[in-house]
């Protein structure tokens, strides 16, 4: 028998996610330097870490000993910004692990998860890793979800059911009384908070209340710190000591650890970058809207989906590739016709727009 041949099935029909990549990465593949690469496809903060980030870290003495496995001083400083106790929070390497934490913690074989499309792809994709099965209840036209069809989708084998608000890629929120009759089910809901800092509404306070209640958070977007991996989920106590005792002992790395905590003392400075996105997503909003070509998608992240007509929407996404600017697209029968774009910066939204000119008219 061949070595391969022992690969558990599932893995040999999996499809591999589609990750954003990285500057360099993206730069030689379509030739611009790597200052010249405009970079609106991972949803990542073009200002990046606060500056006391860079100082603790270049101030750290410990990168040669094992991190806190127990995270403590992390846990409770993530404690204080959320306003729990830290024996709610733990912390992972990105949600992304959190999410694939969860998914194993929850799901025997064949058991299944609930999946809201569009929306993130590492739900349906980390399923599949934990050997779950996917259910899948698409959003509506104005992408709101499907209250009574997730509700009948979560049948006795039903685990998890992930609610992304806002949600990637359309930008919308889902309210609490929603997240609340999803509650009921009672099967485990994950409501992905990554866009918190940019929207400010957070169902995180209902956490005590409720033991069928995971919030899930980042430091990826408003905090740029994506390279260095460091998400956290606020979980009734029960199951926050299921993940400490599950989880790999080390993983937020030192390097990880400092930032985000250096992030937390420095929340002045980083909720001043979001107010600067929040201000140029406006402008993004209102420029693309101009776009006779271009319908905006209303956004409380720091995104925007915008529906590409005339069938063109792959085009203009390899048409500004070629120019050195990456937007998201996503070749599915729901999106086809959309293209996500991250907010940048002010001169990024300029070099978009001149762009854009470019390829539509050329
Ligand atoms: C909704 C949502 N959740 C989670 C993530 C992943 O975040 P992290 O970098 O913390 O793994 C993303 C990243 O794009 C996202 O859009």
């Given at each position: 028998m061949?070595?391969?041949?022992l690969?558990?099935?599932?893995?040999?029909?999996?499809?591999a996610?589609?990750p954003?990549?990285?500057?360099e990465?993206?730069?030689q593949?379509?030739?611009v330097?790597?200052?010249?690469?405009?970079?609106?496809?991972?949803?990542?903060?073009?200002?990046?870490?606060?500056?006391?980030?860079?100082?603790?870290?270049?101030?750290?003495?410990?990168?040669?000993?094992?991190?806190?496995?127990?995270?403590?001083?992390?846990r409770k400083?993530?404690?204080g910004?959320?306003?729990l106790?830290e024996?709610?929070?733990?912390a992972g390497?990105?949600s992304?692990?959190?999410?694939?934490?969860?998914?194993?913690?929850?799901?025997?074989?064949?058991?299944?998860?609930?999946?809201?499309?569009?929306?993130?792809?590492?739900?349906?994709?980390?399923?599949?890793?934990?050997?779950?099965?996917?259910?899948?209840?698409?959003?509506?036209d104005?992408?709101q979800?499907?209250?009574?069809?997730?509700?009948?989708?979560?049948?006795?084998?039903?685990k998890?059911?992930?609610?992304a608000?806002?949600?990637?890629?359309?930008?919308?929120?889902?309210?609490?009384k929603?997240i609340?009759a999803?509650?009921?089910?009672?099967?485990?809901?994950?409501?992905?908070?990554?866009y918190?800092?940019?929207c400010?509404?957070?169902?995180?306070?209902?956490?005590?209340?409720?033991d069928n209640l995971?919030?899930?958070?980042?430091f990826s977007?408003?905090?740029?710190?994506a390279?260095?991996?460091?998400?956290?989920?606020?979980?009734?106590r029960?199951?926050?000591?299921?993940i400490m005792k599950?989880?790999?002992?080390?993983?937020?790395?030192a390097?990880?650890?400092v930032?985000?905590?250096?992030?937390?003392?420095?929340?002045?400075?980083?909720?001043?970058?979001?107010?600067d996105?929040?201000?140029?997503?406006?402008?993004?909003?209102?420029?693309?809207?101009?776009l006779?070509?271009?319908r905006?998608?209303?956004?409380?992240?720091?995104?925007?989906?915008c529906?590409?007509?005339?069938?063109r929407?792959?085009?203009?996404?390899?048409g500004?590739?070629?120019?050195?600017?990456f937007?998201r697209?996503?070749d599915?029968?729901?999106?086809k016709?959309?293209?996500?774009?991250?907010v940048?910066?002010?001169?990024?939204?300029?070099?978009?727009?001149a762009?854009?000119?470019?390829?539509a008219?050329g």
């Open positions: 061949k070595a391969e041949e690969v558990c099935r599932r893995f040999q029909a999996l499809k996610y589609d954003t990549r990285s500057v990465a993206l730069a593949e379509v030739g330097s790597v200052a010249g690469v405009v970079k609106l496809d991972g949803n990542e903060n073009p200002y990046g870490p606060s500056p006391r980030v860079k100082r603790a870290l270049a101030r750290y003495p410990y990168f040669h000993i094992y991190p806190d496995p127990y995270q403590t001083a992390l400083a993530l404690a910004y959320v306003g106790g024996e709610y929070i733990v390497a990105g992304d692990e959190l999410i694939d934490l969860i998914l194993r913690l929850f799901l025997d074989p064949g058991d299944r998860v609930v999946n809201l499309p569009p929306t993130f792809g590492m739900y349906p994709f980390s399923t599949l890793v934990c050997g779950g099965e996917v259910a899948e209840v698409p959003r509506d104005d992408f979800i499907d209250l009574e069809g997730a509700k009948k989708a979560a049948g006795p084998r039903t998890v059911v992930f609610v608000s806002p949600n990637n890629p359309s930008g919308t929120t889902t309210d609490r929603t609340q999803l509650l009921k089910t009672g099967i485990i809901v994950v409501v992905d908070e990554a918190y800092e940019f400010g509404e957070t169902v995180a306070d209902l956490v005590p209340k409720y995971i919030v899930l958070r980042t977007k408003w905090a740029g710190l390279g260095l991996r460091v998400g956290y989920g606020a979980f009734p029960a199951i926050a000591e299921y599950m989880k790999p002992p080390y993983n937020i790395n390097a990880a650890q930032a985000a905590l250096a992030s937390l003392r420095d929340l002045e400075y980083l909720r001043g970058r979001v107010q996105i929040l201000k140029e997503r406006e402008r993004l909003f209102f420029e693309l809207s101009r006779l070509y271009m905006p998608h209303p956004s409380r992240a720091n995104f925007i989906l529906r590409v007509m005339g069938g929407a792959k085009y203009l996404w390899q500004l590739r070629q120019r050195g600017i937007v697209y996503f599915t029968p729901r999106l016709d959309f293209v996500r774009i991250s940048g910066r002010p001169e990024d939204t300029d070099a978009l727009l762009a854009l000119k470019e390829v008219h």
